[in-house]
Protein backbone atom coordinates (compact mmCIF):
# COMPACT_ATOMS: atom_id res chain seq x y z
CA UNK A 1 0.00 0.00 0.00
CA UNK A 2 2.74 2.28 0.96
CA UNK A 3 4.08 2.56 -3.01
CA UNK A 4 0.68 3.52 -4.46
CA UNK A 5 0.96 6.07 -1.75
CA UNK A 6 4.21 7.25 -3.06
CA UNK A 7 3.38 7.34 -6.29
CA UNK A 8 0.70 9.35 -5.74
CA UNK A 9 1.88 11.56 -3.68
CA UNK A 10 4.78 12.06 -6.17
CA UNK A 11 2.45 12.10 -9.16
CA UNK A 12 0.48 15.23 -7.48
CA UNK A 13 3.76 17.09 -6.71
CA UNK A 14 4.89 16.41 -10.05
CA UNK A 15 1.51 18.08 -11.05
CA UNK A 16 2.05 21.00 -9.21
CA UNK A 17 5.44 21.49 -10.25
CA UNK A 18 4.28 21.84 -14.22
CA UNK A 19 6.61 18.97 -15.00
CA UNK A 20 5.49 17.51 -18.55
CA UNK A 21 3.98 14.27 -19.00
CA UNK A 22 7.10 12.35 -20.23
CA UNK A 23 8.35 12.45 -16.54
CA UNK A 24 5.25 11.85 -15.38
CA UNK A 25 4.83 8.82 -16.99
CA UNK A 26 8.40 8.20 -15.63
CA UNK A 27 7.62 8.43 -12.07
CA UNK A 28 4.62 6.05 -12.67
CA UNK A 29 7.04 3.29 -14.28
CA UNK A 30 9.47 3.91 -11.30
CA UNK A 31 7.19 3.21 -8.37
CA UNK A 32 5.76 0.36 -10.26
CA UNK A 33 8.87 -1.31 -10.46
CA UNK A 34 9.69 -0.41 -7.04
CA UNK A 35 6.76 -1.56 -4.96
CA UNK A 36 8.74 -4.25 -2.88
CA UNK A 37 10.44 -1.29 -0.91
CA UNK A 38 8.89 2.55 -0.20
CA UNK A 39 12.37 3.84 0.16
CA UNK A 40 13.05 2.22 -3.00
CA UNK A 41 10.58 4.14 -4.46
CA UNK A 42 11.14 7.61 -2.70
CA UNK A 43 14.89 7.50 -4.21
CA UNK A 44 13.78 6.49 -7.48
CA UNK A 45 10.99 9.39 -7.20
CA UNK A 46 13.91 11.99 -6.28
CA UNK A 47 15.65 10.81 -8.93
CA UNK A 48 13.27 11.28 -11.62
CA UNK A 49 13.02 14.82 -10.18
CA UNK A 50 16.39 15.37 -10.40
CA UNK A 51 16.48 14.57 -13.41
CA UNK A 52 13.44 16.93 -14.48
CA UNK A 53 15.15 19.13 -13.14
CA UNK A 54 18.16 19.45 -15.18
CA UNK A 55 15.84 19.00 -18.28
CA UNK A 56 13.96 21.45 -17.12
CA UNK A 57 16.61 24.46 -16.95
CA UNK A 58 18.62 23.48 -19.97
CA UNK A 59 19.08 25.62 -22.39
CA UNK A 60 16.47 24.93 -25.64
CA UNK A 61 18.79 24.38 -28.89
CA UNK A 62 17.19 24.81 -31.72
CA UNK A 63 16.95 22.18 -34.03
CA UNK A 64 19.62 22.34 -37.45
CA UNK A 65 18.15 22.71 -40.64
CA UNK A 66 19.63 22.32 -43.90
CA UNK A 67 20.32 25.82 -45.04
CA UNK A 68 17.80 26.84 -47.71
CA UNK A 69 18.66 27.03 -51.54
CA UNK A 70 21.13 29.84 -53.00
CA UNK A 71 20.21 32.17 -55.90
CA UNK A 72 22.35 29.53 -57.93
CA UNK A 73 18.51 27.42 -57.80
CA UNK A 74 16.26 30.04 -59.28
CA UNK A 75 19.04 31.81 -61.60
CA UNK A 76 18.21 29.33 -63.86
CA UNK A 77 14.52 30.31 -63.53
CA UNK A 78 15.48 34.01 -64.20
CA UNK A 79 17.21 33.11 -67.27
CA UNK A 80 14.97 31.02 -69.33
CA UNK A 81 11.69 33.40 -68.44
CA UNK A 82 13.09 37.23 -67.25
CA UNK A 83 16.15 38.21 -68.57
CA UNK A 84 14.48 39.01 -72.29
CA UNK A 85 13.21 41.62 -70.36
CA UNK A 86 14.95 42.59 -67.33
CA UNK A 87 18.13 42.69 -68.60
CA UNK A 88 20.77 45.08 -70.38
CA UNK A 89 21.66 48.76 -70.17
CA UNK A 90 17.84 49.69 -69.91
CA UNK A 91 15.95 46.43 -68.44
CA UNK A 92 12.23 46.66 -68.34
CA UNK A 93 11.40 49.21 -65.00
CA UNK A 94 14.74 49.21 -63.75
CA UNK A 95 14.87 45.86 -62.83
CA UNK A 96 17.82 43.52 -63.96
CA UNK A 97 17.41 39.53 -63.07
CA UNK A 98 21.02 39.06 -64.41
CA UNK A 99 22.75 38.57 -61.28
CA UNK A 100 21.85 38.59 -57.64
CA UNK A 101 23.21 42.19 -56.77
CA UNK A 102 21.17 43.43 -59.23
CA UNK A 103 17.79 41.64 -57.98
CA UNK A 104 18.73 42.71 -54.49
CA UNK A 105 18.94 46.48 -55.42
CA UNK A 106 15.56 45.95 -57.09
CA UNK A 107 13.60 48.24 -59.56
CA UNK A 108 12.36 52.13 -60.19
CA UNK A 109 10.32 51.36 -57.19
CA UNK A 110 12.74 50.28 -54.96
CA UNK A 111 13.26 46.33 -53.62
CA UNK A 112 11.11 43.67 -55.03
CA UNK A 113 12.35 40.71 -52.38
CA UNK A 114 11.77 41.03 -48.80
CA UNK A 115 14.45 38.18 -47.64
CA UNK A 116 12.43 35.98 -45.60
CA UNK A 117 9.17 36.97 -46.33
CA UNK A 118 7.60 35.95 -50.03
CA UNK A 119 4.21 37.31 -49.44
CA UNK A 120 5.97 40.89 -48.93
CA UNK A 121 8.45 40.74 -51.95
CA UNK A 122 6.84 42.20 -55.19
CA UNK A 123 8.78 39.96 -57.10
CA UNK A 124 6.45 36.87 -55.54
CA UNK A 125 3.21 38.72 -56.15
CA UNK A 126 4.36 39.30 -59.86
CA UNK A 127 5.35 35.79 -60.33
CA UNK A 128 1.68 34.52 -58.65
CA UNK A 129 -0.29 36.96 -60.98
CA UNK A 130 -1.52 38.63 -57.73
CA UNK A 131 -0.86 42.40 -58.22
CA UNK A 132 -3.79 44.70 -58.40
CA UNK A 133 -2.70 45.68 -62.02
CA UNK A 134 -2.86 43.07 -64.07
CA UNK A 135 0.19 43.91 -66.76
CA UNK A 136 2.69 43.84 -63.48
CA UNK A 137 2.26 40.18 -63.84
CA UNK A 138 5.45 37.87 -65.04
CA UNK A 139 6.02 36.73 -67.21
CA UNK A 140 3.63 38.76 -69.31
CA UNK A 141 0.65 36.33 -70.87
CA UNK A 142 1.38 33.28 -68.93
CA UNK A 143 2.60 31.88 -65.67
CA UNK A 144 5.61 29.89 -64.80
CA UNK A 145 5.71 26.12 -63.67
CA UNK A 146 4.39 25.30 -60.42
CA UNK A 147 7.57 24.16 -59.50
CA UNK A 148 9.26 27.19 -60.40
CA UNK A 149 7.31 29.38 -58.15
CA UNK A 150 7.52 26.84 -55.38
CA UNK A 151 11.44 27.14 -56.14
CA UNK A 152 11.70 30.94 -56.14
CA UNK A 153 9.16 31.53 -52.76
CA UNK A 154 11.36 29.14 -51.18
CA UNK A 155 14.37 30.87 -51.77
CA UNK A 156 12.77 34.43 -50.77
CA UNK A 157 11.47 32.35 -47.54
CA UNK A 158 14.89 31.16 -46.91
CA UNK A 159 16.45 34.61 -47.12
CA UNK A 160 17.13 34.97 -50.70
CA UNK A 161 20.74 34.32 -50.27
CA UNK A 162 23.51 34.55 -52.51
CA UNK A 163 25.92 31.25 -51.57
Known sequence: MAPQFVTQGAINAMRT???DSRNLLAVRIVCFVMQASSISAVLAVAGVFAVSYAFAHQEHVKPMRAPGPSYAAVAPIFKQNCV???SGPHPKNG???T???SIMKGDHD???IVPGNPARSRLSEAIHHSLKKPL???PPGRTLKKAEIFRID???SSGAKEK
Open 110 to 112: GKV
Open 99 to 101: SYA
Open 136 to 138: DSM
Open 95 to 97: LDL
Open 154 to 156: NWI
Open 17 to 19: ERI
Open 84 to 86: GCH
